[in-house]
């Protein structure tokens, strides 16, 4: 399809280990963007990228979450020894370039568990 | 820093009754103002969008007036359908930061019944 493709779509895991989310743009789109929607705290802002590289990381909540991109193109999310807290669905958007008259499009999100 | 804020509480209301969700926002520069909708099982889709003072976004019968006075973007819509049904989200990005990168009110539930 022609839209924002994330994967997996659920992932359940054990407390402590790691998890990989992945993202997959719209074809063309330059930036990229990371949320995560969580019951207490609503839509969180994590991460932007522009071409490969990330210049905000400042959503990040904690050192345990990375994220890259390659070719322009696939982000990978990444939480390390994940909590419980971690549990929520972690949302890709991308845009053609990253200015207010270019809208963000949405994927369908990964829902994370954390048991 | 930035923030929206609408609202507490899903919206209950009958087919072809009159909504409105309300949303007011701080904003350190000039924001663009967005309203999102999620409808169930679905993706966060853009229902419309407005970029400057008094611009009127409008779309699917839905509209919303950038009103810089009283810092707000409220979500209209003369008469709803049962497929209206959904999280509508309003939104802003500070052209300021140079990323666009979203701030979201924390969603308003809408259930409409037949």
């Known amino acids: 399809g022609a839209g924002v493709s994330q994967s997996p779509s659920n992932k359940v895991t054990e407390k402590g280990k790691d998890v990989e989310l992945r993202c997959d743009p719209i074809?063309?789109?330059?930036?990229l963007y990371w949320y995560r929607q969580s019951l207490g705290q609503g839509l969180e802002f994590l991460i932007y990228f522009q071409g490969n590289s990330a210049p905000d990381k400042s959503g990040l909540p904690s050192d345990r979450f990375s994220a890259e991109r390659t070719g322009g193109s696939v982000s990978t999310l990444t939480i390390q020894r994940t909590q419980q807290e971690d549990s929520a669905v972690y949302l890709c958007?991308?845009?053609f370039g990253a200015g207010p008259n270019q809208p963000q499009h949405f994927g369908d999100g990964t829902r994370l568990s954390i048991l | 820093g930035n923030s929206v804020t609408q609202m507490e509480g899903p919206v209950t209301l009958s087919e072809e009754a009159f909504l409105t969700i309300n949303c007011t926002y701080t904003a350190t520069g000039y924001p663009s103002l967005f309203w999102y909708v999620q409808y169930p099982g679905e993706g966060l889709q853009l229902l419309l969008k407005?970029?400057?003072?008094?611009d009127k976004g409008s779309n699917k019968g839905f509209e919303a007036t950038y009103r810089k006075e009283t810092t707000s973007f409220h979500l209209e819509k003369g008469s709803v359908q049962v497929s209206d049904s959904a999280v509508y989200f309003c939104a802003l990005s500070d052209p300021t930061e140079g990323n666009n990168r979203l701030a979201f009110g924390k969603g308003n539930q809408v259930v409409v019944i037949p």
């Open positions: 407005a970029t400057k003072a008094d």
């Open positions: 958007a991308s845009s």
């Open positions: 074809s063309g789109h330059t930036a």
